[in-house]
């Protein structure tokens, strides 16, 4: 075989695989199959993968990107819940190849707390639309191990993770990624190389794991700030957070003693101003004790 044109999926396999599975793409789980080598091939370019590095990939379908992957060195695990195609992916990757350092964990990605084998550096993966930010977020929390993470999402999720302060799209993903990550557009993907075509376009977003914020409060309540602060965007943070401090006062002045403006709204902070404010919380919840 000659694996630099024939290693990875075309249309007509990717169909003929699905027939002979009986597997029909379905919304409710977010199916969109990759099937073109030449994208494959350029997501494992950008992931910057090492020979033997150890990779984790959810959702992994017929087997598309897995086979990429696999083709670049990297030692594989995938998660998959559906159990179909759980069962047939070790028998697609081994036969075209048969060394491939590979395994399968059939679950619910939001489900896993653990892995297989030694522990990740790298999550790739090609994320139903429907579950895109929790899996991303569920996994860079999980899995501290991984250092880079490279996934192709609907193109508005990318952008939403990877915004800015002060952007009209920056809200509760961008921030929460930014807790764990730094986080970029990393390429567009067009409609034409899945099957069937989705209704949306398709981008790549790339995060570089960072230390998170240097805090005394915990992420859940840094997060339970974030929460609150984009729940009702156009309200400023000393109403948005009136409900967490107990009144919209109270807020203000635990805004204040964080060196944030209470009229700023919640898009215009950057994670480590949120880890100020739910230091505040922190305190006035010690403080009732």
Same mark, same amino acid.
């Given at each position: 075989m000659?694996?630099?044109?024939s290693?990875?999926l075309g249309p007509? +396999?990717?169909?003929?695989l699905?027939?002979?599975l009986?597997?029909?793409p379905t919304?409710t789980l @977010?199916?969109n199959?990759?099937?073109?080598?030449?994208?494959?091939?350029?997501i494992?370019?950008i992931?910057g993968?090492?020979?033997?590095?150890?990779?984790?990939?959810v @959702?992994?379908?017929? @087997? *598309?990107?897995?086979? &990429?992957l696999v083709e670049? @060195?990297?030692?594989?695990v995938?998660?998959?819940?559906?159990?179909?195609?759980?069962g047939?992916?070790?028998?697609?990757v081994?036969?075209?190849f048969?060394?491939?350092?590979?395994?399968v964990v059939?679950?619910? =990605?939001?489900d896993v707390?653990?892995?297989?084998?030694?522990p990740?550096?790298?999550?790739?993966?090609?994320?139903?639309?429907?579950?895109?930010? !929790?899996?991303l977020l569920t996994?860079l929390q999980r899995f501290d191990?991984?250092e880079?993470?490279?996934?192709?999402?609907? #193109?508005e999720?990318?952008d939403?993770v990877?915004?800015v302060?002060g952007?009209?799209?920056?809200?509760i993903? *961008?921030?929460?990624a930014?807790?764990?990550?730094s986080?970029?557009?990393a390429?567009t993907?067009?409609?034409?190389?899945?099957?069937p075509a989705?209704?949306?376009?398709s981008?790549l977003?790339y995060? +570089?794991?960072?230390?998170? !914020? *240097?805090?005394?409060?915990?992420?859940?309540?840094v997060?339970?700030?974030?929460?609150?602060?984009? #729940?009702?965007?156009?309200?400023?943070l000393r109403?948005?957070l009136? &409900?967490?401090?107990?009144?919209?006062?109270a807020a203000?002045?635990?805004?204040?003693?964080?060196?944030?403006? !209470? *009229?700023?709204?919640?898009e215009?902070?950057?994670? +480590?101003?949120f =880890?100020?404010? =739910?230091?505040?919380l922190d305190?006035?919840?010690e403080? =009732?004790e």
């Open positions: 000659n694996e630099t044109s290693a990875l007509a +396999e990717i169909r003929d699905a027939g002979r009986g597997v029909r919304k @977010g199916q199959f990759l099937h073109d080598g030449g994208t494959v091939r350029k494992v370019r992931a993968l090492q020979p033997g590095e150890r990779v984790v990939e @959702g992994p379908g017929l @087997g *598309s990107l897995t086979l &990429g670049a @060195g990297a030692s594989v995938a998660i998959e819940i559906d159990p179909v195609l759980a047939q992916i070790t028998d697609t081994k036969a075209r048969p060394d491939a350092d590979f395994e059939l679950s619910d =990605a939001l707390t653990a892995l297989p084998g030694e990740p550096t790298a999550l790739v993966a090609n994320l139903p639309y429907n579950v895109a930010v !929790p899996v996994m191990s991984l880079r993470v490279l996934v192709m999402v609907q #193109a999720v990318a939403r990877a915004a302060p952007s009209k799209i920056y809200g993903p *961008s921030v929460k930014a807790w764990y990550a986080a970029r557009r390429g993907i067009g409609r034409n190389v899945f099957w989705p209704n949306v376009d981008a977003v995060l +570089e794991r960072r230390e998170p !914020p *240097s805090t005394s409060a915990p992420r859940e309540r997060f339970a700030v974030i929460d609150a602060a984009f #729940a009702q965007r156009r309200k400023t109403a948005a009136s &409900g967490l401090f107990g009144s919209g006062a203000e002045t635990a805004l204040r003693a964080a060196g944030v403006d !209470p *009229s700023a709204r919640g215009t902070l950057v994670v +480590e101003q =880890a100020r404010i =739910a230091e505040q305190q006035r919840a403080g =009732a």
